[in-house]
């Protein structure tokens, strides 16, 4: 009976771990190719397409998955409704910064953002939750801020600042959503549901004036477009999906293939550019990565 549960969790936490791959693989390579082909209608409207059909496609997914009775206990929380207004503010930010990174040829600096957002989340967790940190975390929170202060003194300009907006939105984001713990989509889709009247409205004004590329004249850019929904929703379903099978610790160590995969296309693909100083930055950022990936290996 015993290696019969064995075999079991054997098989959950290598389809966790699969499902988790795949969920970062998308993130960081469909997910940037797919952006980048439609970042020549604006960044402005690719961010409104994305709030847009990620709430529908999201309507989609609570009626599917029978998940109303859910949705109707978390808005009858109004601690829970307030959270989720601020965390869909920063999701919101997160968006539009990463989808300007791609219009803008700056996937790397993106990268460098989600290179150090878990080993921000842990730094966060010890300054709002008190979680401890041990020796070779401290070590990892110490160079991620000696990379960012090392480009701070030597060329202002140098430093990812969009990078940096994500990895801090980010941060944040799931700083407020850990404090709240409501079910990922359906939280999501109240987030979305906020943002839904301003995107709708900012939509509605770029029509007014002409500036739209989503018309009924051009029906395959449309049914592109809304492919924003899905490309949102679906890496977000395999990530979270492959987390309840095995756990933060492995799929911690898994998610490095989202910024991994997003330095190599904007480095090799996409031929962005990338200073020495730069790269003695990452290189910093690269070792604080190891160390945390190590430490989560041995605990």
């Known amino acids: 009976m015993l290696k019969i549960i064995n075999i079991m969790k054997n098989k959950d936490f290598s389809k966790g771990i699969a499902l988790t791959a795949l969920g970062s693989f998308w993130w960081g390579v469909i997910g940037v190719l797919y952006f980048e082909s439609i970042s020549f209608i604006g960044h402005i409207e690719v961010v409104l397409h994305r709030c847009i059909w990620t709430t529908f496609f999201l309507v989609l997914t609570t009626i599917y998955f029978s998940k109303w009775k859910i949705f109707k206990l ?24 990463w989808i300007y990174a791609v219009a803008n040829n700056q996937i790397i600096d993106a990268s460098f953002g989600y290179f150090i957002m878990p080993i921000l989340s842990v730094f966060l967790g010890n300054i709002f939750f008190k979680e401890k940190l041990n020796k070779k975390r401290r070590l ?28 801090l939105s980010w941060g944040f984001y799931n700083l407020l959503r850990k404090k709240i713990n409501v079910d990922t989509d359906v939280g999501l889709l109240i987030e979305s549901l906020f943002i839904l009247p301003f995107a709708i409205v900012a939509f509605y004004l770029i029509v007014q ?11 395959s850019l449309m049914f592109y477009l809304l492919l924003a929904g899905p490309m949102t929703v679906i890496p ?6 492959g987390v309840e099978l095995c756990g933060l610790g492995p799929t911690g160590m898994i998610f490095y293939i989202t910024p991994t995969f997003q330095f190599i296309l904007g480095f090799f693909y996409y031929n962005e550019i ?3 100083t730069k790269l003695v930055s990452f290189i910093l950022i690269w070792i604080a990565v190891i160390i945390y990936l190590k430490d989560l290996y041995e605990n």
Request: proline share 3%; aromatic share 20%; hydrophobic share 60%.
């Open 74 to 97: 978390i808005i009858k929380n109004y601690n829970q409704l307030i959270t989720l207004f601020f965390s869909g503010f920063l999701i919101f930010i997160n968006w539009a910064v």
């Open 236 to 241: 977000l379903f395999l990530y979270v999906r």
């Open 274 to 276: 990338f200073s020495i």
């Open 209 to 219: 004036n002409g500036q739209n590329d989503f018309n009924f004249t051009n029906p």
């Open 140 to 167: 990892s929170i110490l160079l991620v801020l000696i990379s960012i202060f090392y480009l701070l003194f030597l060329d202002i300009k140098a430093i990812p600042w969009v990078g940096l907006v994500v990895a």
